[in-house]
């Protein structure tokens, strides 16, 4: 459930909807990272995203078998965000041309990514069009802890952040000024973040079983959009440190999009080890985000973030 | 799970995709009108559709209130001829422009949609695009008498049609001549079958219970693809009578897409009065559809049909 750079922003489109569309009080629904449907003592994660043609790639420097990689591991992160198991997904594919090669490669990225977390590919539809549009619509199974909301932080808790931020708009910024084959070999870790994010499957168990997250969210709209997706009106969260790596600014952390990283807070300390930085608090407040800077908790704000910095 | 006017045919997807992905035995999935999914003692249906722009409609004469109905529509139809309820579903725009008052429009034809069909509109995701491109995803539940497939058929049994063929087409082709106002004047039933059809929800469960359907599918691709999709290698299809509108041929009844009327098989005879026609028989064969024309069963080839008649 993203955004593309779009004039008509989510946030807009789901406002509308919103108006619109009332979800039954059993179901939490527009405005997560999923919705979660109950049926009978099973609760479903249903969601879907969605790859564009000169939206989300450019077909001259992204491989067919990583775009099928990402399509399924954005929706993937989706699941895993909400402390869930992904199981089942449709594939709906709008197509320019028929070039069996790239479509093969194509599926074989999601062949591979499906199996790597264990979801079934169980149909899908094809439809021409002018550009590529891939989608993905996915189900996934809640654990018995239940399913984790983007809204559920108190006062008091930590925030926690697991992965690199900044690390895919840094690579794609690679892709598109050098191309695949040059980009690849000047910084393969970001270049690979980009092209083929590895959702946290591995170590959700364990953040789960450890920090008990209150709230948890993908990071695929930024760090400076999820943080602010967690927030609520009574709320501040104050940021004091961002794992940055040494190429990337504090801006490319706080607005490069599609890292898949994991945000969650929790009123844990991370005594086990695991390999999650703590960013900041929450704290009582009035729905701002703060950030340490020479000293003083500075407030963020969305639409000054970019000339700010 | 419908296929657009692509040279890519949804035929060689769905090769390619069988190729690649194995669907767990308990679930039924590529191939037919919706997967089955089986979560504990649930039995749900999962599917999607699409409709694009210049494939499946031009803004030009297709009001966005319909768009949104049809939207809707046309996954309910999958779910419904496999015998089940629609329950909750996901939107996705791709969108070019941000147009307010067409997308109050779009989403005053979904509301009403769901609201008729009781599926209830979960969430959502938005990008930019350079065409319009709306998708939804919807479940469903199975009934107590389970999952209706395509391939279910057994000889001795009769072939069944609810609807008029052919309907959606003639609107269609009426709407692109002369465009809405004109259309809806000249033939008002043809033009709303293809802006605004109408499920057959209404009376899924008396065909249920009188005629225990062995194969249901929607006609969603035309007449003559759905008798073809409901065949086995073993059996052939004999039509000896096509409920034909006077204003509709033979041809544009078999071939016309979008009817969304419901084709099946049963053992039993239409002893109620159900206002369904009895259109051909299930005899053992080898896998062809044949029609009745002077007096002789002529086999009817999908390739060469369009310039058949």
């Given at each position: 459930m993203k955004e593309g750079?779009?004039?008509?922003?989510e946030g807009k489109i789901i406002k509308l909807l919103s108006s619109f569309f009332k979800v039954p009080k059993k179901w939490i629904g527009i405005g997560d990272d999923t919705a979660l449907l109950k049926y009978g003592d099973k609760n479903l994660l249903f969601t879907c995203d969605v790859l564009n043609e000169?939206?989300?790639?450019?077909?001259?420097?992204?491989?067919p078998y990583y775009l099928g990689w990402k399509l399924i591991a954005i929706n993937v992160s989706d699941i895993i965000s909400k402390g869930g198991k992904p199981s089942a997904c449709l594939l709906f594919f709008n197509l320019p041309f028929s070039d069996r090669q790239w479509l093969e490669a194509l599926m074989k990225g999601i062949k591979s990514a499906s199996e790597k977390f264990g979801v079934k590919v169980v149909g899908g539809n094809t439809s021409a069009s002018k550009t590529i549009s891939l989608g993905c619509a996915m189900l996934g199974t809640c654990g018995k802890h239940g399913f984790i909301p983007r809204k559920g932080a108190k006062a008091g808790e930590k925030v926690y952040l697991l992965g690199t931020p900044g690390l895919s708009h840094a690579g794609m910024k690679l892709l598109k000024r050098y191309g695949y084959n040059s980009a690849i070999k000047i910084w393969k870790k970001a270049v690979m973040a980009h092209l083929k994010p590895e959702p946290h499957l591995y170590i959700i168990d364990d953040i789960i079983t450890h920090f008990s997250p209150t709230s948890m969210t993908d990071t695929s709209d930024s760090l400076i959009e999820s943080l602010v997706n967690i927030l609520t009106p009574e709320l501040d969260i104050h940021i004091n440190h961002i794992p940055l790596h040494?190429?990337?600014s504090l801006k490319e952390a706080m607005?490069?999009?599609?890292?898949?990283n994991l945000l969650f807070t929790s009123?844990?300390?991370?005594?086990?080890?695991?390999?999650?930085?703590?960013i900041g608090s929450v704290v009582p407040g009035s729905g701002k985000v703060k950030l340490l800077k020479d000293g003083i908790m500075e407030e963020i704000k969305m639409r000054g973030f970019f000339s700010h910095f």
């Open positions: 750079d779009s004039s008509l922003s000169e939206v989300h790639f450019k077909r001259s420097y992204f491989p040494r190429k990337i607005t490069g999009g599609e890292d898949y009123s844990s300390e991370n005594t086990c080890g695991l390999p999650v930085s703590r």
